[in-house]
């Protein structure tokens, strides 16, 4: 019986491409997809294991943290700690970076990670996921240190999401094309359901928490103005409008069929130039749209080629199909 292309046969298969390779990419990866596999089972048993709803505490952004962010959090860092791949983790959910603990051994890779993206979604049971991004650690078996986390998105070896949606989904890229996964759970193995993932370039589809449009600077006022007129207005056409409030999910239907996503700089709060952070949600988000053939912006500049200041930067996003994106970031240049 043919059982199809499972992850990890995949990702051995591209292991050989590589000169070089030693396994370590390919081992951490599997740490990660089991990692995914059990947060996937506590996000799916939700209620049934008293995980829903907050906890008194806060993370460095000040975001009340669900119990689930926590526990999702725990559950990454006891997965990928052990094994000798990492020389250090940074994650949405810690102030510091993380130190591999002193009785495992250090390795050349960074993994950042946002553990459950789209939190505010688990009590209500709408999707939500998990984003990561691996880096070359620039010294290996030496304990990281912030600066070292701090490469642009372009430097990424790796970068993918887990959607805990009707089913669980892997999405990745290592630079050349996306590939996505689907979770059999009898089997317990990801399997390649989704190859070559690719953004359709036309769409009639935009993302953006409306409730925000007081604040929006005048280009993404205008983009959303000419998309809410229609036909009637100069694109001619009639728009869809969507609103997760989980990036992983809005990411997924723009891979699937098209649109484009933003969380734009806004007056709302001028201290935040954005509300997503750089590091583990905006740049591997970036890479994966980019390589399926899309394009992601702050609005004035690629995503991809920021210098990141600090672990838990914020970035105005906008991404999703190409042509979307070069007309917002077109009436950007023309404010
Ligand atoms: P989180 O990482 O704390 O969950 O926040 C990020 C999320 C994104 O997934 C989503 O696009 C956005 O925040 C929703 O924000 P808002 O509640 O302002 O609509
Ligand atoms: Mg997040």
Known sequence: MHTGTTLTQFIIEEQRHIAGATGDFTALLNDLATAIKVISNAVNKGALIGTMGALDSQ???GETQKKLDVITNEIMIRTNEWAGHLAGMASEEMDEVYAIPKQ????????????????????????????????R?????????????LQPGTQQVCAGYALYGSSTMLVLTMGHGVNGFTLDREVGEFLLTHPDM????????????????????????????????GTEGPRGK?????????????????????GVFMYPRDTKDPSKPGKLRLLYEANPMSMIVE???GASSTGH???????????HQRVPVILGSKNEVETIVSYHKAA
């Open 291 to 293: 390589q399926a053939g």
């Open 137 to 149: 650690a620039p010294v290996p078996n030496r304990v990281a240190a912030m600066a070292d986390f």
């Open 59 to 61: 993370n460095i952004q």
């Open 104 to 135: 495992y051994p250090l390795g050349k890779y960074l993994l950042v990670f946002d553990p459950l993206d789209g939190s505010s979604n688990v009590d209500i049971n709408i999707s939500v996921g998990t984003i990561f991004s691996i880096l």
């Open 198 to 229: 690719k953004v359709p370039e036309e769409t009639k589809e935009f993302a953006i928490n409306a409730s925000n449009r007081r604040f929006w600077e005048p280009p993404v006022a205008r983009y959303v103005e000419e998309c809410l007129a």
């Open 301 to 311: 500049e690629r995503i991809l080629d920021l210098q990141p200041e600090g672990l």
């Open 238 to 258: 009639d728009f869809n409008m969507r609103w997760v409030a989980s990036m992983v999910a809005e990411v997924h239907r723009i891979l699937t069929r098209g």
